[in-house]
């Protein structure tokens, strides 16, 4: 069955960096979406970023201009790279996965574990 394993998460002094990783496996079919998410303690889940087979990519407004997703949802990964942390990004990062099957079409979402991301001095 579908599995989506994240990495890359850690303790990072603000203004660092960090790359998180996500790998899929068990499918056949490629996603037509990935991307990451994340929660803090209080918080609802919320979108960070997403990437389409196309590769148009989809950004929270908090992360323009430092993070960058990249990847290939044909391929089943993705990635995100995270520059000039802020204490604000501390939070459960988890990736996501979205498949598009039948006509009219039906969608599924697939979540990671997560990862925990503290940006702390």
């Known amino acids: 069955q579908v599995q989506l394993v994240e990495s890359g998460g850690g303790l990072v002094q603000p203004g660092g960096s960090l790359r998180l990783s996500c790998v899929a496996s068990g499918i056949i079919f490629r996603f037509n979406v990935m991307g990451w998410y994340r929660q803090a303690p209080g918080n609802q889940r919320e979108l960070v970023a997403t990437?389409?087979?196309?590769?148009?990519?989809v950004y929270a407004d908090s992360v323009k201009g430092r993070f960058t997703i990249s990847g290939d949802t044909a391929r089943n990964t993705v990635y995100l790279q995270m520059n000039s942390l802020e204490p604000e990004d501390t939070a459960f990062y988890y990736c996501n996965a979205r498949s598009g099957q039948g006509l009219p079409v039906k969608w599924n979402n697939y979540w990671g574990q997560g990862t925990q991301v503290t940006v702390s001095s």
């Open positions: 990437m389409s087979r196309g590769g148009s990519a």
